[in-house]
Nanobody
Framework: VQLQASGGGMVQAGDSLRLSCAAS????????MGWFRQPPGKEREFVAR????????YYRDSVKGRFTISRDNTKNMVYLQMNSLKSEDTAVYYC??????????WGQGTLVTVSS
């Protein structure tokens, strides 16, 4: 089972980035998919998640209205569209898969650096 995150980079404040996560090894169509991030010197934190059935989404407060999580079960992909990026969004971003009660699989992370 593998989760491969990509799409990170260095951007300026106000710019947009789209992160992608490719899942392989099994079907993730019935899994909850999520994005987490770890800012420099801080603990990893939840960013967003999308349920498998009704595609209900949840976000941390600081990204609501700016980030959008989506998934394509036919391609085993999950995305994080990040708009109006701020310097405080700088972090290593990880995709994860789980049951809704636990996160079982993690990707390797992709670095997003936002300069002000």
């Amino acid at each position: 089972v593998q989760l491969q995150a990509s799409g990170g980079g260095m951007v300026q404040a106000g710019d947009s980035l789209r992160l992608s996560c490719a899942a392989s090894g099994r079907s993730f169509s019935r899994s909850v998919m999520g994005w987490f991030r770890q800012p420099p010197g801080k603990e990893r934190e939840f960013v967003a998640r999308v349920n498998w059935g009704d595609t209900t989404t949840y976000y941390r407060d600081s990204v609501k209205g700016r980030f959008t999580i989506s998934r394509d079960n036919t391609k085993n992909m999950v995305y994080l569209q990040m708009n109006s990026l701020k310097s405080e969004d700088t972090a290593v971003y990880y995709c994860a898969s789980g049951t809704g009660y636990a996160w079982n699989y993690w990707g390797q992370g992709t670095l997003v650096t936002v300069s002000s």
